[in-house]
C-alpha cells in the first residue's frame, strides 16, 4: 500500500524503528558512550540535565540516519560516530533551549528540565552541549563536515527566531510556515543524513541524494507532529493535546482551518490561540473544527507528499538492506500519526 489513507487501513504496521535500531545497533553503542562520556562536567548541575533529558527516551532517530547514511558505504574510520554524537547533542540543546522559549512544562513524559532546574540552566547546559558537539566534530578535522553542521546550527537558530515572530500571528502565510520547519526541523535532518554520507565516502551525487531525502524527511516529520499535537488523524484528545494552541503556534492545521472553517469556528480559534490557559473543553472544540474542515486529514496528506519526496531521493539504494529501511522510515514518519 501506499499513501496516507493506505496506512490508516493498516492493522499492524512494520516495525521499521526496530529495522533500523538494529541495522545501526553497534555504532549506536559507540555514539551513546561517546554521549554519556561527554556529558561529564566538574560543575554537577551539567550532567545531571543533560542525563536527565537524554535518559528521557526518545529515539534517537537523527543520529541513526546519520549511522545509517554512513552504513550504505564502506566507513574507513570512525568519524560518523562523531558526527551522530553531535547531532544528537544539537538535537537536545534545541530542545533545552525551546523548552524554555515556549515555556513548556512537560519533555518526552517528564517534567521539562526548566521546570526541575530553572531557565537558566537550561539554557546554559544547551549551550554546554552545542559546545560538545563542535568539538566532536572537529576532532575529525573534516572542515566540510564541520562546515555542513555548523550551518545546520545557524539555520536552526534562525528558524526558531522565525518562529518565535510568527506566534499569535494571524496573518501567518502557508509559505511562512514552510519557511519556519525547514529551519528549525529539516535542515537538521539534511545535516545528519549530509555528513552520514559524507563520512561514508559518498560520491557529490550520492551525498545530494541523502541530504535531499533528509530535507523532505525533516518536513513531513514535523508536519505529523503538528498534527500530532492535536490527536493525530483521529483527532483524539490525550495528555499534552493543544499545546500548540496554548503557546499560540501557526502551524499547518490551524492554517489551513483558518482558511476554510466558518467565520463562528475562525473567531472561536483566534479566541483562544496563545491561550496558556485553555482547557480541554477549549481544545476539544478546536480539534472539531479542524476535523469538519479536513485541516488534519489535509495536512498528513502533505506530509506524506514529502514522505515520498524523501524515498524518491533514495531510489538509486533501493537494493541496498539500509536503503530500503530508510526508504521505510520515510513513511514511518507520517504512520505514526494513525
Not at 5 to 15: G, I, R, T, Y
Not at 126 to 133: E, K, R, S, T, V
Not at 227 to 233: H, M
Not at 323 to 328: D, S
Amino acid at each position: 500500500m501506499s499513501g496516507a489513507q493506505a496506512m490508516a487501513d493498516q492493522v499492524k504496521p512494520k516495525d521499521v524503528v526496530g529495522e533500523l535500531i538494529e541495522f545501526t545497533r553497534d555504532d549506536m553503542e559507540a555514539v551513546n558512550q561517546m554521549l554519556l562520556a561527554r556529558i561529564g562536567s566538574r560543575v554537577e548541575m551539567v550532567p545531571e540535565i543533560a542525563a536527565y533529558l537524554i535518559d528521557a527516551g526518545g529515539k534517537r532517530l537523527r543520529p541513526m540516519l546519520t549511522v545509517a547514511a554512513a552504513r550504505l558505504f564502506a566507513p574507513k574510520n570512525t568519524h560518523h560516530i562523531n558526527y551522530a554524537a553531535a547531532v544528537e547533542f544539537m538535537h537536545t540543546a534545541t530542545l533545552l533551549h525551546d523548552d524554555v522559549v515556549d515555556e513548556s512544562s512537560k519533555r518526552r513524559g517528564k517534567l521539562a528540565p526548566r521546570m526541575v532546574w530553572g531557565n537558566a540552566a537550561s539554557v546554559l547546559v544547551g549551550d554546554f552541549l552545542l559546545g560538545q558537539a563542535f568539538m566532536m566534530m572537529v576532532e575529525t578535522r573534516d572542515v566540510d563536515a564541520l562546515g555542513v553542521l555548523a550551518q545546520a546550527a545557524a539555520i536552526i537558530a534562525e528558524g526558531e527566531v522565525f518562529q518565535l515572530s510568527k506566534a499569535n500571528d494571524l496573518t501567518t502565510q502557508v509559505d511562512e510556515y514552510f519557511a519556519v520547519i525547514k529551519a528549525k526541523t529539516a535542515a537538521l535532518f539534511e545535516a545528519a543524513t549530509g555528513v552520514g554520507a559524507m563520512a561514508g565516502g559518498a560520491t557529490p551525487e550520492q551525498r545530494d541524494a541523502l541530504k535531499g531525502y533528509g530535507a523532505e524527511l525533516g518536513i513531513a516529520f514535523q508536519i505529523v507532529d503538528d498534527v500530532l499535537d492535536y490527536g493525530g488523524a483521529t483527532g483524539t484528545i490525550g495528555k499534552n493535546v493543544g499545546d500548540d494552541l496554548r503557546e499560540g503556534k501557526m502551524t499547518l492545521p490551524i492554517l489551513h482551518a483558518l482558511q476554510n472553517a466558518n467565520e463562528a469556528d475562525c473567531a472561536f480559534i483566534k479566541q483562544h490561540l496563545g491561550d496558556a490557559e485553555a482547557s480541554e473543553d477549549v481544545v476539544t472544540k478546536v480539534v472539531e473544527i479542524l476535523q469538519s474542515t479536513n485541516a488534519l486529514a489535509d495536512a498528513l496528506a502533505r506530509a506524506q507528499r514529502h514522505a515520498d519526496a524523501a524515498k524518491a531521493h533514495l531510489e538509486m539504494f533501493a537494493d541496498q538492506p539500509g536503503g530500503r529501511i530508510l526508504i521505510e522510515v520515510a513513511d514511518y514518519c507520517v504512520e505514526r500519526a494513525y
